[in-house]
């Protein structure tokens, strides 16, 4: 699974593992994986509008995840992040992830 993510050009769903001809793995295998890829911070869960789970491979330090999400085709593309937005927090509270984002139409879907 992790070289299917490293193969990848953005983010996968768990249903893409399950329907992956190379893999073969059965649904608690492919959940169980995940989220232990999540869990050791190899890759990252992109909270879902849709209601669909996206995971993405962690890019190297990143404390502010960006995304762009195509409203029609639903591909999400990793977006570089230059700046973190100033999020005022509670005192005492320790930002330890941000994750942003933007949805719109992707060039393929805006050139049709
Ligand atoms: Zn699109």
Redesign the pocket.
């Given at each position: 699974m992790l070289e299917v993510f490293l193969k990848a050009n953005g983010a996968l769903t768990y249903d893409y593992f399950l329907s992956h001809p190379s893999l073969q793995l059965n649904r608690v295998t492919i959940f169980r994986v995940l989220n232990l890829f999540a869990n050791k911070r190899i890759i990252h869960r992109i909270p879902a509008t849709d209601n669909i789970n996206r995971y993405l491979l962690q890019q190297a330090s990143a404390l502010v995840h960006a995304n762009f999400m195509?409203n029609?085709?639903?591909?999400i593309i990793p977006l570089e992040t230059i700046v973190s937005p100033k999020v005022k927090l509670p005192k005492d509270y320790i930002p330890q992830n941000v994750e942003i984002i933007i949805g719109g139409?992707?060039a393929?879907?805006?050139n049709n």
């Open positions: 195509c029609k085709c639903k591909s139409l992707c393929a879907c805006n």
